[in-house]
């Protein structure tokens, strides 16, 4: 898929799998966008105050916050897809990772409804027998041709 986009010009940003695994990110919902997290003005002083530290900046991980609610997640996705620029966007229904595909249709409708084109494709990062490579290879070919006439 990525040697596909590349030959007709097309570049993957990433997902908020790939910004949120490592990644630690703030969400200002007033201005639509998302920053990194600021560190920490002081060093922790003491044990319970470093682990309070450290669970609150793990627990402020866009993967996480994008489980409560697909609205949130929809926000962030349009977030990344402003900021970087990006012509159009690729949703994977993952059938071997329920948690990141728990909302995607829905958020499929809201990042239409803010404009974007969306494409998606099924498929199962545990199985590579339940994905059509063919019928997705067509599906890339003619989203990215609508967004590169």
Known sequence: MFRTMEKMGAVSIGSLYTFGLEGVWRYDAKRKMIFPRELPDERPKNREEACRLLADWLLSRPNYQTFYHPTFQTAMMSAVARQWKAGGIILHLNRGCE???????????????????????????????????????????????????
């Open 99 to 149: 948690g990141v595909s728990i909302g995607v249709m829905e958020n499929r409708l809201g990042l239409m409804k803010e404009g974007f084109k969306v494409m998606t494709y099924e498929g199962n990062m545990a199985d590579e027998r339940e994905f059509d490579l063919h019928s997705t290879m067509a599906r890339l070919e003619i989203f990215l041709q609508v967004l590169n006439p």
